[in-house]
């Protein structure tokens, strides 16, 4: 009896310790950090005790989706992001909302964020993403924190740099001419998914030494984790949820399984002509720090270059298919932009395929595709959760709250841009980026501070090389099917794609 009696208090002591740290972090912690907020005057909406906002969020989201808008109206917020806009008008630039159990602040003030963004000494890490998340972009940099990031990123950095994008414009160039050779006789052409299947073969070739065809398992697979991770989105499910065979848990471990084997192909024929080097792209040298014998800080496993490749091959495509995406519908819709570019194009350039030197004197384009990425920045928020209590302006705010910057919001705001913010107009660049607005860093298309976008060169550079060769060989307008419908599916993207009418012009 004794030994039953000890057992059955000892199961009842751990069954009590459980049900109080559920309490605990379920319960009592979200509370008194929202509590916090409140008694500093943060408001913001209640929402429910279990889940939240997510629900009011959901329907908000559901209501707009299908809202078709003016094609010359730039101002989708409210079809995009439309609780955001209901609460800032209801609560300001600064509120307090809750998704489930987790409350979270909101901050739209370029002076907060930038400080957030801007902290060097680790207040502020990037949000959980999830398990659906780090199967699509893998545990590399965007997902990583503190020792890991610094690492990756002393790996990764090098393959970036403005010497070593210059010697990768040719590569574009080539990609570029080749989908551009396919469309001479095509009238009418949905040119998102060219564009895709264009950016996908440019980073498969530049960073990866294959090409679009030998790597095209991988973006079919992280294609399709990308609508999981969509679907998954505000929906409040047991954590242990994650592990049971559901018919899409099976599904996406196939994908990755499958994403799996393709990433170790295209790395073990890099292996297998290592004699000759690994190579000075960006497999070559995550591969030349896998196999060092140098010292450990540069050091990196077969896993974490399998997990740079996901966010390589995602993000190296993805944002920048979208960005020359929407810089193809403004200048569809803005006919004399269009001319300007060409001319300047020709100018520099002539028939010729552009080099980087040409490249980098095409001042109209730079100044069209950062209002491109002001008004149809491909990422509409970032998220950060403060790892300590941290003073954020007039505001203390508790260790693990989670911090939402809307960059969408702030991109269009007539009190950071002016009166003219839903608008298309480049010449607020005239005089570079940290003079565009009245805040020097409201520009947060790549993010700002040490996690900014490390390949922000590279993708300004690919999208202007292929602006550039579509300006040398067609005029466009927009098809009459065109329904402008912008929508967040992780990217800002056209919910019904872009079909565009190509007109060959006179060699």
Same mark, same amino acid.
């Given at each position: 009896?004794?030994?039953?009696?000890?057992?059955?208090?000892?199961?009842?002591?751990?069954?009590?310790?459980?049900?109080?740290?559920?309490?605990?972090?379920?319960?009592?912690?979200?509370?008194?950090?929202?509590?916090?907020?409140?008694?500093?005057?943060?408001?913001?909406?209640?929402?429910?005790?279990?889940?939240?906002?997510?629900?009011?969020?959901?329907?908000?989201?559901? $209501?707009?989706?299908?809202?078709?808008?003016?094609?010359?109206?730039?101002?989708?917020?409210?079809? +995009?992001?439309?609780? *955001?806009?209901?609460?800032?008008?209801?609560?300001?630039?600064?509120?307090?909302?809750?998704?489930?159990?987790?409350?979270?602040?909101?901050?739209?003030?370029?002076?907060?964020?930038?400080? +957030?963004?801007?902290?060097?000494?680790?207040? *502020?890490?990037?949000?959980?993403?999830?398990?659906?998340?780090?199967?699509?972009?893998?545990?590399?940099?965007?997902?990583? !924190?503190?020792?890991?990031?610094?690492?990756?990123?002393?790996?990764?950095?090098?393959?970036?740099?403005?010497?070593?994008?210059?010697?990768?414009?040719?590569?574009?160039?080539?990609?570029?001419?080749?989908?551009?050779?396919?469309?001479?006789?095509?009238? !009418?052409?949905?040119?998102?998914?060219?564009?895709?299947?264009?950016?996908?073969?440019?980073?498969?070739?530049?960073?990866?030494?294959?090409?679009?065809?030998?790597?095209?398992?991988?973006?079919?697979?992280?294609?399709?984790?990308?609508?999981?991770?969509?679907?998954?989105?505000?929906?409040?499910?047991?954590?242990?949820?994650?592990?049971?065979?559901?018919?899409?848990?099976?599904?996406?471990?196939?994908?990755?399984?499958?994403?799996? !084997?393709?990433?170790?192909?295209?790395?073990?024929?890099?292996?297998?002509?290592?004699?000759?080097?690994?190579?000075?792209?960006?497999?070559?040298?995550?591969?030349?720090?896998?196999?060092?014998?140098?010292?450990? !800080?540069?050091?990196?496993?077969?896993?974490?270059?399998?997990?740079?490749?996901?966010?390589?091959?995602?993000?190296?495509?993805?944002?920048?298919?979208?960005?020359?995406?929407?810089?193809?519908?403004?200048?569809?819709?803005?006919?004399?932009?269009?001319?300007?570019?060409?001319?300047?194009?020709?100018?520099?350039?002539?028939?010729?395929?552009?080099?980087?030197?040409?490249?980098?004197?095409?001042?109209?384009?730079?100044?069209?595709?950062?209002?491109?990425?002001?008004? *149809?920045?491909?990422?509409?928020?970032?998220?950060?959760?403060?790892?300590?209590?941290?003073?954020?302006?007039?505001?203390?705010?508790?260790?693990?709250?989670?911090?939402?910057?809307?960059?969408?919001?702030?991109?269009?705001?007539?009190?950071?841009?002016?009166?003219?913010?839903?608008?298309?107009?480049?010449?607020?660049?005239?005089?570079?980026?940290?003079?565009?607005?009245?805040?020097?860093?409201?520009?947060?298309?790549?993010?700002?501070?040490?996690?900014?976008?490390?390949?922000?060169?590279?993708?300004?550079?690919?999208?202007?090389? +292929?602006?550039?060769?579509?300006?040398?060989?067609?005029?466009?307008?927009?098809?009459?099917?065109?329904?402008?419908?912008?929508?967040?599916?992780?990217?800002?993207?056209?919910?019904?794609?872009?079909?565009?009418?190509?007109?060959?012009?006179? $060699?």
């Amino acid at each position: 009896m004794g030994y039953l009696e000890l057992l059955f208090g000892t199961l009842t002591v751990a069954f009590l310790a459980l049900v109080w740290n559920f309490l605990v972090s379920f319960a009592l912690t979200p509370y008194f950090k929202a509590k916090r907020m409140r008694e500093q005057g943060v408001r913001g909406p209640k929402g429910s005790f279990w889940s939240g906002c997510a629900e009011e969020i959901s329907h908000m989201k559901a $209501a707009s989706r299908e809202m078709v808008m003016d094609i010359n109206s730039h101002d989708y917020l409210n079809k +995009v992001v439309p609780h *955001y806009v209901k609460w800032i008008s209801q609560y300001g630039g600064t509120f307090l909302y809750s998704v489930g159990r987790k409350p979270r602040l909101c901050i739209s003030d370029p002076d907060l964020v930038k400080q +957030v963004l801007s902290n060097k000494f680790g207040f *502020y890490m990037k949000l959980d993403s999830g398990t659906e998340v780090a199967a699509l972009l893998g545990n590399g940099l965007v997902l990583t !924190e503190g020792e890991q990031w610094a690492r990756h990123r002393r790996v990764v950095s090098p393959a970036f740099t403005m010497d070593r994008i210059k010697t990768m414009t040719r590569t574009m160039a080539d990609c570029a001419k080749s989908m551009l050779d396919k469309l001479h006789n095509k009238k !009418e052409v949905e040119i998102g998914t060219m564009l895709k299947e264009l950016t996908a073969d440019i980073i498969s070739n530049t960073a990866f030494g294959s090409s679009y065809s030998a790597g095209k398992e991988v973006f079919f697979a992280q294609y399709e984790l990308q609508m999981i991770v969509l679907a998954s989105f505000l929906k409040l499910e047991l954590p242990i949820k994650k592990y049971l065979p559901t018919e899409i848990n099976k599904r996406r471990w196939m994908l990755e399984k499958k994403l799996r !084997e393709t990433l170790m192909g295209i790395i073990e024929k890099r292996l297998a002509s290592k004699e000759a080097g690994y190579g000075n792209d960006l497999l070559g040298l995550m591969m030349e720090a896998c196999m060092s014998e140098k010292q450990e !800080e540069i050091n990196m496993s077969m896993d974490e270059i399998i997990d740079e490749c996901k966010t390589f091959f995602f993000a190296g495509h993805e944002t920048t298919s979208h960005l020359l995406t929407w810089t193809m519908f403004l200048l569809s819709t803005h006919q004399e932009w269009q001319q300007k570019l060409r001319e300047e194009v020709l100018s520099e350039c002539g028939k010729e395929i552009p080099d980087s030197n040409k490249i980098s004197k095409l001042k109209w384009m730079t100044m069209v595709v950062f209002e491109t990425l002001r008004l *149809y920045s491909p990422v509409s928020l970032i998220g950060r959760t403060t790892c300590k209590d941290t003073k954020l302006g007039n505001l203390m705010i508790p260790k693990g709250m989670d911090i939402i910057i809307p960059i969408a919001i702030i991109h269009h705001s007539k009190e950071v841009w002016g009166p003219d913010a839903n608008e298309f107009n480049p010449l607020r660049f005239e005089n570079g980026v940290s003079k565009a607005a009245k805040h020097p860093n409201a520009m947060m298309a790549f993010s700002i501070g040490p996690r900014a976008c490390v390949g922000q060169s590279f993708a300004l550079m690919e999208a202007k090389t +292929v602006l550039c060769m579509i300006l040398q060989r067609f005029s466009f307008t927009i098809s009459t099917d065109y329904k402008h419908m912008p929508a967040d599916m992780i990217t800002l993207q056209p919910q019904k794609g872009l079909p565009i009418i190509l007109r060959p012009l006179k $060699a």
